[in-house]
């Protein structure tokens, strides 16, 4: 099966949620047309909160797979039912590395330093990215 696993990072809290909504609608209708032959999969941090929450009720709602990857530390949160767990590290952003590896494409909304260590780490590995910051 040819599967395009799309990561998602990005704001967890203040931030407008409509427009983090429209670019989220906007990268995975963008990216869905570039790959129609392949099966899609959300990657993001497993949290039930901001960006990542928006990214994962709209992958349901596309009947696409989830995916959540997040330090020992996901305990202390409220986390999305997704389809796989990865447990990795003790601290946020011990997880990043398998993150990086376990994703093609890399869609930034808004943001805090994990999310910009993680974009510029995808660019590093060469890998796609998409970004968008709020007005």
């Known amino acids: 099966m040819d599967e395009l696993r799309i990561g998602v990072v990005g ?3 203040n ?8 670019m989220i609608l906007e ?9 129609p032959t392949r099966t899609i999969i959300i990657v993001s941090g ?24 997040a ?5 202390e949160h409220d986390c999305f039912p997704v389809d796989e ?7 946020w952003g011990d997880e990043s590395s398998t993150f990086l590896d376990n994703i093609d494409v890399l869609v930034r909304i808004g943001g805090g330093k994990q999310s910009r260590e993680e ?8 890998k796609q990215v998409m970004e968008g910051d709020f007005q």
């Open 71 to 75: 330090c020992s530390r996901e305990k």
């Open 27 to 35: 990268a995975f209708d963008k990216l869905a047309l570039q790959h």
């Open 46 to 69: 497993l949290t039930n909160c901001g960006v990542p929450a928006l990214a994962y009720g709209e992958a349901v709602k596309r009947n696409w797979k989830t995916v959540g990857i």
């Open 85 to 91: 767990r990865i447990i990795e590290g003790e601290e």
């Open 119 to 126: 974009t510029s780490g995808a660019k590093a590995r060469g």
């Open 11 to 13: 704001s967890e809290d």
């Open 15 to 22: 931030f407008d949620k409509s427009q983090a909504k429209e």
